[in-house]
T-cell receptor, first 113, second 114 residues
Framework: QQQVKQSPQSLIVQKGGISIINCAYENTAFDYFPWYQQFPGKGPALLIAIRPDVSEKKEGRFTISFNKSAKQFSLHIMDSQPGDSATYFCAASIPGSARQLTFGSGTQLTVLP | DAGVIQSPRHEVTEMGQEVTLRCKPISGHNSLFWYRQTMMRGLELLIYFNNNVPIDDSGMPEDRFSAKMPNASFSTLKIQPSEPRDSAVYFC????????????FGPGTRLTVL
């Protein structure tokens, strides 16, 4: 019930293309859905986050699409760049004082020049 | 702000030895998380603290692992005795508990147990 399932495991996109990573969850108590970006040798860093009261959130080239009824959310990276090559993790949390995050398994994105 | 500080960045030890990983959270943050990352299991939450109190340690793999947070600016994760299967990158993260608590991760400690 606490799992967040992420796909694909790896993704290769040409420069300028659209990268799409999908996540699905079961626990309807989740109310906060962040995406983290991790470069090799670094810790994950928050990229963008959404709450279930909106269906889409956009920040620059990054967009989260959220489908509450399907219990799915996805990250879209428009005009993908080689510098976007990293591992992306979706996550979810339930209300609470410390906001424990449940992470997806990660997607390794490679953007070819 | 210096961000979350972890030490050491790399640790190589032999099986059976005690290993202590250290973390300094961001000043003012009141929640602290320890994670382990491996290729096979991804990011696993080991334990987290709120206001220096351990809240959930259900992710700690076994009694060989222990964590403490003696004050708001310091936490340790200890493995005793260490085993080769403990080899992983260990991350510490901190956050300011609230409605949208972004977790800020440290650079991690890469542990290799021979």
């Amino acid at each position: 019930q606490q799992q967040v399932k992420q796909s694909p495991q790896s993704l290769i996109v040409q420069k300028g293309g659209i990268s799409i990573i999908n996540c699905a969850y079961e626990n309807t108590a989740f109310d906060y859905f962040p995406w983290y970006q991790q470069f090799p040798g670094k810790g994950p860093a928050l990229l963008i986050a959404i709450r279930p009261d909106v269906s889409e959130k956009k920040e620059g080239r990054f967009t989260i699409s959220f489908n509450k009824s399907a219990k799915q959310f996805s990250l879209h990276i428009m005009d993908s760049q080689p510098g976007d090559s990293a591992t992306y993790f979706c996550a979810a949390s339930i209300p609470g004082s410390a906001r424990q995050l449940t992470f997806g398994s990660g997607t390794q994105l490679t953007v070819l020049p | 702000d210096a961000g979350v500080i972890q030490s050491p960045r790399h640790e190589v030890t032999e099986m059976g030895q005690e290993v202590t990983l250290r973390c300094k959270p961001i000043s003012g943050h009141n929640s602290l998380f320890w994670y382990r990352q491996t290729m096979m299991r991804g990011l696993e939450l080991l334990i987290y603290f709120n206001n220096n109190v351990p809240i959930d340690d259900s992710g700690m793999p076994e009694d060989r692992f222990s964590a403490k947070m003696p004050n708001a600016s310091f936490s340790t994760l200890k493995i005793q005795p260490s085993e080769p299967r403990d080899s992983a990158v260990y991350f510490c993260a901190s956050s300011l508990a609230g409605t949208s608590s972004t977790q800020y991760f440290g650079p991690g400690t890469r542990l290799t147990v021979l």
